[in-house]
């Protein structure tokens, strides 16, 4: 077993919820900018408790954005002056159904910070959804970490990873060259690159994340499946990729390298990666 201390755990309580909108189903309404994050628009304006985790909801309803993804940030402090807290989480928008994207982050927040999101659409400006479900820790709670950084994400998406042969792994892809912060885990999101093929069948696909140099990579998250249906009798595009993964707490120091590659049973699959590192 590890070493560590005793008695220093996840053990959360007084889960509470802010933004949701119940007599629509869905979350506060957040209004993307076409192609640059929109305003920002208030999920609470003084959460109520301290705060050690967060599980982040987005909803999309594809409007008119279809076969795209958009993004949300979430930021803390007064109008006018927000400061991204956790930044690009990408949620997609299909061709007419609502799709949802968790992410849950062990992130600290003060009791009395106001809370916001802003959109980014790769199409044309559109609406997401966005709700908080905020959770305290009892004494033996161990404590938040202060934020998040999107390792790969740019203009909506995550880093082209290309697959090899059908079944085979292809080239690493990089998405940074040196980490700027000690991250103490990542969530890993998978997106279809603002795809709109259209065939038939099912894709079954692999991701390793690595660190270290080029030619040295060692793996840290081994052969992460993913599954991509291929919607073709309705003229449908093909939806975005898995959903975000659950919290890894595997540490990666600053100035590390980190990597992605990946493998489906189709040859030559271009699909997007983007790691959220937790600091």
């Known amino acids: 077993m590890p070493g560590g201390l005793p008695g220093i755990s996840m053990d959360m309580c007084n889960a509470n919820d802010q933004g949701t909108v119940t007599a629509s189903t869905r979350g506060t309404a957040v209004t993307g900018g076409n192609g640059s994050y929109g305003s920002y628009a208030q999920l609470v304006a003084s959460t109520p408790y301290d705060t050690c985790a967060v599980l982040v909801s987005l909803q999309s309803n594809a409007g008119v954005n279809t076969a795209v993804q958009n993004s949300v940030r979430l930021a803390i402090g007064g109008s006018g ?165 659950a919290h890894f707490p595997i540490q990666i120091p600053a100035g590390t390298r980190i990597a992605a590659r990946a493998q489906s049973i189709l040859a030559s699959q271009i699909m997007g990666v983007t790691l959220y590192g937790v600091y």
């Open 81 to 245: 002056s927000e400061q991204v807290l956790i930044p690009d989480l990408i949620i997609p928008s299909l061709w007419a159904a609502y799709d949802v994207a968790n992410y849950f982050f062990p992130i600290q927040i003060s009791a009395g910070t106001r809370l916001s999101a802003a959109g980014y659409c790769s199409g044309a400006t559109d609406t997401v959804y966005a709700n908080v479900t905020l959770f305290d820790g009892s004494f033996t709670n161990a404590e938040g970490c202060a934020g998040v950084d999107s390792i790969g994400w740019a203009s909506g998406q995550g880093t082209a990873v290309t697959t090899g042969a059908a079944n085979t792994k292809g080239s690493y892809a990089q998405l940074t060259a040196s980490s700027t912060k000690d991250y103490k885990g990542f969530v890993l999101r998978v997106d279809n690159q603002n795809s709109t093929a259209s065939y038939t069948g099912i894709d079954s696909l692999l991701f390793d994340i690595a660190i270290g140099g080029a030619g040295s990579e060692q793996v840290i998250l081994p052969n992460y499946p993913i599954g991509r249906p291929k919607l073709s009798t309705n003229g449908a595009a093909a939806s975005i990729t898995g959903s975000p993964s």
